[in-house]
């Protein structure tokens, strides 16, 4: 009997019946409009089952044609997050990785580039064999193929070290909105699928909202029920219809979305109100039984003595957090950041920041700080040296505050973070920032570009190299001079590269060519030696070695194209900069610190991108722990 079953799939004997598991797959969709946290709502799913003991993965389809989010601007698309294998990825993944706390693959996001990309290759290799090739049925045949492939596999860590089995479930999120066009080829590939894996084994969650013209009138079903029609009309039905608004969902608003909805029962009718905290919905969606409607639907199998709706681990989180929330002093970080209109483009390093004030029970407020706001508009080392105002971050452009508001502001707060991007413009106030903090013991951290930024910084005002600056921000045309025509005179100046260009990155394709994904980082007491992680004179004082653990060695996600020019560190340690991680080969500088200060640290990596509720972020726990610890001795002294 053995040998008639398909070997991917988890055996269980019970007296003497086999069963094939087969995996579950739960699809989220959404109507009426974008933004409505499908991502937000499709993590707490999972994490329902998760704490029942399921194995849980999970699928992000993006319709756009894009390969992968490497090159969207962080305006229109938030943050691009990275992935262990290097994948560019839709920041629901992050979500995905958070609440589920899983290991996800670029695999796991899928896109039409990436379908349309493998059926063109395929179509070059003839294994269609002269056919037409089609949307239907060779893209949506590719697009099941994908999500069945995918979905069997395991992501989540801790199940994988312990057994090899298949996933429980697969949760499918579908990004847009339903009725768009680019996601139709994606809707008739599920509404194809569902029936191939059997309707027991596939279930819908339509995510609605209920709107109210004015803040205290009546909630409007009419667009669940258009939607919900719309997706009916494909030939997918929703087994579950979890309508978002303002307040809590009426109970009559429920009763009515079941009437004209056909729903098996107003149970199946979940409100999500707005809430203070995303790590609630959980919460919120198992209040109302989602978990064991679930169950029963696709026939979920109990594992132990884990119940449905229980949350047993979540919870002491939520707890935590409204313990944390409640009290009334709070530390101010900065974050001076180019992108700051659209909160997004920092959406890990927020979740980083929740992680390590949980974890030390501080409550935090992020202050955004616009970081072309605090430049010198007169004069700017960067038209000083006559160094490029190309941008790659399809910044439209747009007023700041007044540089003496931003300042003040700043100068309010007892933490200064400096995070990652690309292009010149709002260097010049990175700097700035970064040089407050420096000379006045602010705490401080640099990620990626905030480390080159403090590379650049300490160069200029400490070591006396005043055109130290980055290839990044050099013209093309120039090499290591640029001339500066005036009316009368030419003007040529030398620049000093303190950051370079990274000899294997290409220098004609943006898209998937940085340096991506996870690396290893060596800690040395200094750089090139051969003996690694000896707590001699340099290591017994560094407190991001401390605050690893005093690991020998970490692996964080990397994505940038730049580093620090490794024939300058010595000028740099001899002043008291130090360089106390690189990558294995000892040629690239991975971790940097200034010992005299309280903090100031500054990473080429991104530590967000694995920072968890589990297992927060060493780099974050750090700049809270002494930006805290700024604000209680600020206080004790006034």
């Not at 707490?44 to 601007?73: F, W």
């Not at 609605?208 to 909630?219: F, I, R, W, Y």
């Not at 974050?335 to 920092?346: L, N, R, W």
């Not at 040395?524 to 653990?549: A, H, M």
Request: hydrophobic fraction near 35%.
């Amino acid at each position: 009997m053995r040998s008639h079953c398909q070997s991917s799939a988890p055996l269980y004997s019970i007296k003497n019946l086999i069963i094939i598991m087969k995996t579950k797959y739960i699809l989220v969709v959404g109507g009426v409009l974008s933004g409505l946290g499908k991502g937000i709502i499709a993590s707490s799913v999972g994490r329902l089952l998760k704490e029942a003991g399921q194995n849980v993965t999970s699928i992000k389809i993006d319709p756009y044609i894009n390969i992968d989010a490497g090159t969207m601007s962080p305006y229109e698309h938030g943050e691009v997050y990275v992935l262990d294998d290097g994948g560019e990825v839709d920041l629901d993944l992050g979500n995905y990785e958070r609440f589920l706390n899983l290991t996800l693959a670029s695999d796991n996001n899928i896109t039409t580039g990436k379908i349309y990309k493998a059926v063109i290759e395929k179509e070059r290799r003839g294994d269609y064999l002269g056919k037409t090739v089609q949307v239907v049925p060779h893209v949506t045949n590719e697009i099941q193929d994908w999500i069945k492939r995918v979905g069997l596999i395991t992501t989540d860590d801790k199940i994988n070290k312990k057994q090899s089995s298949n996933p429980d479930v697969c949760i499918i999120e579908l990004g847009g909105t339903i009725g768009d066009i680019e996601g139709m080829p994606f809707i008739e590939a599920l509404r194809q699928f569902q029936h191939k894996v059997g309707k027991e084994n596939f279930c819908c969650v339509l995510v609605s909202l209920a709107p109210t013209v004015t803040s205290d009138s009546e909630q409007k079903t009419k667009p669940t029920q258009q939607c919900n029609r719309e997706l009916r009309a494909i030939g997918i039905i929703p087994d579950v219809i979890v309508v978002r608004s303002e307040k809590p969902l009426q109970t009559s608003i429920k009763q009515k979305i079941f009437s004209f909805c056909g729903v098996d029962s107003v149970d199946h009718v979940i409100g999500c109100h707005n809430m203070r905290n995303i790590i609630s919905v959980p919460a919120l969606l198992a209040q109302q039984g989602l978990g064991k409607l679930l169950q029963k639907r696709l026939n979920l199998q109990q594992k132990g003595d884990l119940e449905f709706d229980k949350l047993p681990i979540w919870s002491k989180f939520i707890e935590r957090y409204d313990i944390v929330d409640n009290q009334k002093d709070c530390t101010r970080i900065a974050i001076v950041g180019k992108y700051t209109e659209q909160p997004d483009a920092y959406l890990s390093i927020q979740k980083a920041f929740k992680h390590a004030s949980l974890e030390l029970g501080e409550k935090i407020k992020l202050i955004f700080i616009d970081s072309v706001s605090l430049e010198d508009k007169t004069s700017t080392a960067s038209n000083d040296l006559g160094l490029s105002n190309n941008d790659e971050d399809g910044y439209s452009g747009s007023d700041s505050e007044s540089k003496e508001d931003q300042w003040e502001v700043l100068k309010s707060c007892q933490g200064i973070l400096v995070p990652g991007g690309y292009g010149n413009r709002g260097i010049e106030g990175k700097i700035a920032a970064i040089k407050y903090a420096r000379e006045n013991n602010i705490p401080f951290l640099g990620i990626c570009l905030g480390m080159q930024l403090s590379v650049i910084e300490f160069a200029r005002n400490v070591l006396g190299w005043k055109n130290a600056t980055s290839e990044e921000f050099i013209p093309a045309q120039s090499a290591t001079t640029i001339e500066s025509p005036t009316k009368h005179k030419k003007k040529t100046q030398e620049h000093t590269p303190v950051i370079v260009y990274m000899p294997e990155i290409s220098k004609t394709h943006l898209g998937g060519t940085m340096r991506l994904g996870i690396r290893t980082t060596v800690f040395v007491n200094s750089p090139g030696e051969e003996e690694t992680n000896v707590e001699g004179e340099v290591l017994s004082k560094s407190k991001i070695f401390d605050l690893y653990g005093k690991a020998p060695t970490i692996n964080e996600r990397h994505r940038h194209r730049y580093e620090v020019n490794p024939d300058i560190l010595q000028s740099f340690t001899e002043k008291g900069f130090h360089f106390v991680g690189q990558d294995t080969t000892k040629q690239r500088q991975e971790v940097c610190e200034i010992f005299g200060l309280d903090y100031f640290v500054a990473v080429q990596y991104h530590p967000e991108f694995k920072s968890r509720l589990e297992s927060p972020s060493a780099p974050f726990v750090g700049l809270v722990k002494y930006a805290a610890t700024k604000r209680k001795s600020m206080t004790k002294q006034e």
